[in-house]
């Protein structure tokens, strides 16, 4: 799942409009989040972003494929970006906010255990 330091830079860039996008290796990939909401996932030199049952319909509408890191019918709640986000910070700005809401309804649906 190794993901290329262009890659990482590039997507980074791309990602600047949103600002306060973080980033951490795990796992050989790169997760992204932004204020806390872990939304997108670096593997390969692919970006996959955040879905749910709301958002999959857009993310299937546009041909992107679901993360099976793990082969099989094994699917992650991430999906590929479409190849056009790849090429426009401000399309690539619209589906990363598919996937932070998506993120964020999935945190509000699982609150974290305290103490």
């Known amino acids: 799942m190794a993901v290329s330091p262009d890659f990482l830079d590039m997507v980074l860039e791309l990602l600047e409009p949103l600002g306060g996008v973080t980033h951490r290796r ?8 932004r204020h806390e909401l872990f939304f997108a996932l670096l593997a390969e030199d692919a970006l996959y972003l ?19 890191p793990f082969g099989g019918d094994k699917a992650m709640g991430y999906w ?9 910070p401000d399309v690539l700005a619209e589906w990363a906010r598919k996937a932070l809401d998506a993120a964020a309804r999935a945190k509000i649906r ?5 103490g």
């Open 80 to 88: 590929s970006a479409p190849l056009e986000a790849l090429e426009d």
């Open 26 to 33: 795990m796992f050989g990939g790169v997760g992204l989040s």
């Open 50 to 68: 955040k879905i749910d049952d709301i958002s999959r319909p857009d993310f299937v509408a546009a041909g992107c494929e679901a993360f099976q």
């Open 110 to 114: 699982t609150p974290k255990k305290r």
